[in-house]
């Protein structure tokens, strides 16, 4: 966060079939493997195009579902909301390292993209894979995840997850990899008795 490239407008990929976007694309994808990320937009590792990586990891959505579900390309993706429906929920982004948020999002959302062959593929998603796919699209246009909260005080650090505790007593749901950092932080005892 503080890098300009990462407030700048990206460009588009002028031919998503290229063997250097696809060669960009496993970069991005091997970088997400060693941070253990769910998602990467092109502009984090320094390239202002229209470029995202991701794949719903078992740490966002379960503890128990497997990691098999694909790595999926996005070049030149373009997000329209479906519905009026917002919630909000807790984010983290690999260019913020060290802190988490709480951002509204729409709920749900279609899609349009090319994959690296150049076809223009259309995608519905909602609830987690929604928020992801416009944090991800977001980091295209040169926005980051607080440049989109309405409550400040809702941004914190990974070592400090009051807010994020107190989510969780008041019985909402947070992916794994949240829920993680309460159960690591000494202070859980002022939320939960055990
Ligand atoms: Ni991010």
Not at 11 to 24: H, K, T
Not at 26 to 48: C, R, W, Y
Request: with cysteine.
């Amino acid at each position: 966060m503080g890098n300009p490239i990462l407030y700048r407008v990206a460009n588009e990929v002028a031919d998503p079939a290229d063997p250097e976007i696809a060669r960009l694309a496993n970069d991005m994808k091997d970088t997400l493997l060693h941070v253990g990320g769910s998602g990467i937009a092109a502009p984090q590792v320094f390239e202002s195009l229209r470029l995202v990586v991701y794949r719903i990891s078992s740490r966002l959505i379960s503890d128990t579902a497997e990691d098999a579900n694909p790595w999926v390309v996005l070049v030149n993706p373009v997000l329209a909301p479906t519905g009026d429906t917002m919630a909000s929920g807790w984010e983290r982004c690999l260019s913020i390292p060290g802190l988490h948020g709480k951002v509204p999002r729409h709920q749900a959302l279609r899609m349009s993209y090319q994959n690296l062959d150049g076809e223009t593929v259309t995608l519905d998603a909602e609830g987690a894979l929604a928020t992801l796919l416009q944090h991800e699209c977001d980091h295209l246009d040169g926005i980051l995840y607080p440049m989109r909260m309405t409550d400040l005080a809702k941004l914190e650090f990974n070592a400090e997850p009051g807010h994020l505790a107190q989510d969780i007593v008041d019985g909402q749901k947070v992916w794994p990899v949240l829920q993680g950092l309460v159960d690591a932080w000494p202070g859980r005892g002022q939320y939960f008795d055990d």
